[in-house]
């Protein structure tokens, strides 16, 4: 079964500085992944995702990511955050397939001016 | 495109009222999922539809949650009745068949059972 693990609950991180949230995720075949932002009282938006090719994936404000096949990762990044990047971040699987994506339990990204 | 479409917004309701949450999906995907979102059980997948018909309903919590999909653009989630402990966010999302097209969320409908 697919699975999504998101090790930290909150991330803080000064403006400015480079941010990190980790996901590391479990199928049993080919991935497809992704990251959802969540703003406070709002829906689930789509930053990015990967589905073949370039391990390095660019996204929506800024944000990439890596997927890296041997440590089952998929870390998003920012070099440079922003008091707006503050929300809470959402990792997502889906083996290839028309299966449902599976979906960590977010992470909070807390950036302080 | 005006993406996926829920209402209501917001609804407050008394314990034991039916309660009916509604979605349009994004034209032309064939895929819709009803999520649940709570502080204490995180995003739950409550039941999916592929060209209308459900195909995995295991996470609709009991019997009092049913879910329809008449069509390819409208679908519905009734509690009935409706207890406390079902307040939470419910979202809507869709997606096209397309392998490794990307699924897209409305914006949610906060409920809260009195």
């Known amino acids: 079964a697919q699975s999504v693990a998101q090790p930290e609950d909150q991330v803080n991180v000064a403006e400015g500085n480079p941010l990190t949230v980790k996901c590391t995720y479990s199928?049993?075949?080919?991935?497809?992944l992704f990251w959802y932002v969540q703003y406070p009282n709002r829906g689930l938006q789509f930053l990015l995702k990967?589905?073949?090719?370039?391990?390095l994936v660019k996204g929506s404000y800024g944000f990439e990511a890596e997927f890296n096949k041997s440590q089952t990762s998929f870390h998003l990044k920012k070099p440079s955050a922003l008091v707006s990047d503050s929300a809470l971040y959402f990792c997502?699987?889906?083996?290839?397939?028309?299966?449902?994506?599976?979906f960590g339990k977010g992470t909070r990204l807390s950036v302080i001016a | 495109d005006a993406g996926v479409i829920q209402s209501p917004r917001h609804e407050v309701t008394e314990m034991g009222q039916e309660v009916t949450l509604r979605c349009k999906p994004i034209?032309?995907?064939?895929?819709l999922f009803w999520y649940r979102q709570t502080m204490m059980r995180g995003l739950e997948l409550l039941i999916y539809?592929?060209?209308?018909?459900?195909?995995?309903d295991s996470g609709m919590p009991e019997d009092r949650f049913s879910a329809k999909m008449p069509n390819a653009s409208f679908s519905t989630l009734k509690i009935q009745p409706s207890e406390p402990r079902d307040s939470a966010v419910y979202f809507c999302?869709?997606?096209?068949?397309?392998?490794?097209?990307?699924?897209?969320f409305g914006p949610g409908t906060r409920l809260t059972v009195l």
């Open positions: 997502a699987v889906r083996e290839i397939g028309n299966t449902p994506l599976v």
């Open positions: 199928v049993s075949g080919n991935p497809y």
């Open positions: 999302a869709s997606r096209s068949g397309s392998l490794g097209d990307t699924q897209y």
């Open positions: 034209s032309g995907h064939d895929y």
């Open positions: 539809f592929n060209n209308n018909v459900p195909i995995d």
């Open positions: 990967y589905i073949t090719g370039d391990n």
